[in-house]
């Protein structure tokens, strides 16, 4: 652990995702701290407004304070990723290991559904089942979050095929342990780093696929300060006040970076033999 | 060749079954999850009979089976049905805005290969140096960026700001400029990405040291021994990253106001139109699932170790 810790802290990657990622965490959580304007309160006096000393990015169309919505917005992005991948990892880690382990018709079963998921593709799939179950916070994350169930599913079972035929799991296996308990202590564990790795790259996607859904207006709905959305919103004023769709978009830009940086200082710091092969 | 022959039926079969399993998906998924179509397009100021009614035009008063029935022998003559919204045959709407979808879909894959392959192997040839930190840079911003945003960009910049190209319509060489160089930016960085590292891999075998110290020219070394055997793996990721671009498509069409199948998916989803986005989700899968049989054909000859049948 102190090993994997000391190589992240070498790798400018990995520093320069965790502190994007450690600002966006902090832009959520003190939020109220950073600004006085409510985010969701307009000023109908005041819409519009380029940057200024009262407004720092100025302010959107309804008037109200765009720094004080991105800030806001962080802790709105943070959860819809978080929970999103929570469903992915839920539902698609233990179909992966049941997949690898038990292999035989199990597997051919479930790879044949996680190969259709993935033949509607990432987006549409996303797009479908927000069309149908109805826009809004939960459903975002229910619809974003089960079109990442096959990343993890695929990748866990790959994982646990490999770690099935190593000799101390075949030892175990020998001795009498019972499936669960070789699934738990023996495969699990080993293929943690890898579900670690996708996890902190899924946060960049699914943030990157809810913010198109918000900006389709097929996500978190008006007057939540959701980045996609109000980027969608301020398409409209583009010819006027680029600034109220310049920085919702550098958020989301930011945020999606910060993890991929992350992931991949991850990858080079918990998988020794990847590194310098990516 | 018949092995060939038999490769490609095996695997023209297996496209029709992917289709049909998407088909059969989004049926499903269109009535049994919640909330009632014939509701949601009669709308809120709609009586029981308009309810009543639109149930009926829709055939969703029918048993669900006798519905799957209906929907599977349209399906085989090519028929998804009628919009909800125009009435109009959904495979006519769909063939109507098809070719603009394929236009763009075309530039920004070209684009992104025409690109991304060069840019990669460019890098992984001088790993480690400057040149390779900037396009690893650019690759991670490329992956990073919201394509609606990095479309407002560019509208922003060379429609208003310097006016040099239209920011909106599809009139014209001039306006699919910026649409497709938008589409193709997440593409270009995604398939840098791979070819650096595909290339990086080929670079440490010894048939390449082999080859330079014999004393063959750097150049023909990287360019052509290489490059070409670190090539399937990136051929492969073309194809699946064909998905990644149909969405972004989707995207790109909304921004630009490009008049294709994404925007009218979007049009449709708003305007509750079913049998249209069921229409429309099937043709996307279709397209990629097509596109990925292509790729696959195309494997034999860039990799001579595969061998159909």
Known sequence: ?278 | MSGFLSYLLQRILGLFVTVLAVAVTIFLMVRLLPGDPARVIAGVLATEQDVARIRVQLGLDQPMIVQAGIFLRDLFQGDLGVSARTSAPVLAEIGARLPATLTLAAAGMLMAIAIGVPLGAWAAARAGSLGDVVVSTLVLFGISMPVYWLGLMLIILFAINLRWLPAAGADGFASLILPAVTLAAFSVAFIARITRSSMLEVLRQDYVRTAHAKGVDRRTVEWRHALRNALPPVVTVIGLQFGQLLGGAILTETVFGWPGLGRLLVDSIFARDYPMVQGLVIVFAAMFAFVNLLVDLTYERIDPRVRYG
């Open chain 1, 1 to 278: 652990m102190a090993e994997v810790a000391k190589r992240l802290r070498r790798n400018p990657s990995a520093v320069a995702g965790g502190t994007l990622v450690g600002l966006l965490v902090l832009a959520g959580l003190f939020a109220p701290l950073l600004t006085p304007y409510d985010p969701t309160k307009q000023e109908l006096l005041n819409v519009l407004q380029g940057p200024s000393w009262a407004h720092p990015l100025g302010t959107d169309n309804l008037g109200r304070d765009i720094l004080a919505r991105l800030l806001y917005g962080a802790r709105l992005t943070l959860f819809m990723g978080v929970f999103a991948v929570g469903v992915g990892l839920v539902v698609g880690v233990p179909l992966g290991v049941l997949s690898g382990y038990y292999r035989g018709w199990v597997d051919m079963a479930i790879q044949r559904v996680m190969d259709l998921m993935l033949s509607f593709t990432t987006f549409l799939l996303a797009l479908a089942l927000v069309s149908l179950l109805g826009v809004g916070l939960i459903n975002v994350i229910v619809a974003v979050g089960i079109s990442t169930i096959p990343r993890f599913a695929r990748l866990v079972r790959s994982s646990v095929l490999t770690i099935r035929e190593v000799a101390y799991v075949e030892a175990s296996s020998a001795l009498g342990a019972r499936d669960g308990r070789i699934l738990w202590r023996h495969v699990l564990p080993n293929a943690l780093a890898p579900v670690i790795i996708q996890a902190t790259l899924s946060m960049g996607a699914t943030i990157l696929t809810a913010a198109g859904l918000g900006f389709l207006g097929l996500g978190v709905q008006p007057p939540t300060p959701e980045w996609g959305a109000m980027l969608g919103e301020g398409r409209n004023y583009i010819f006027t006040s680029p600034n109220v769709t310049t920085f919702p978009g550098l958020a989301i830009f930011a945020a999606v970076l910060g993890f991929n940086l992350l992931g991949d200082g991850l990858r080079d710091a918990l998988d020794p033999q990847l590194r310098g092969a990516r």
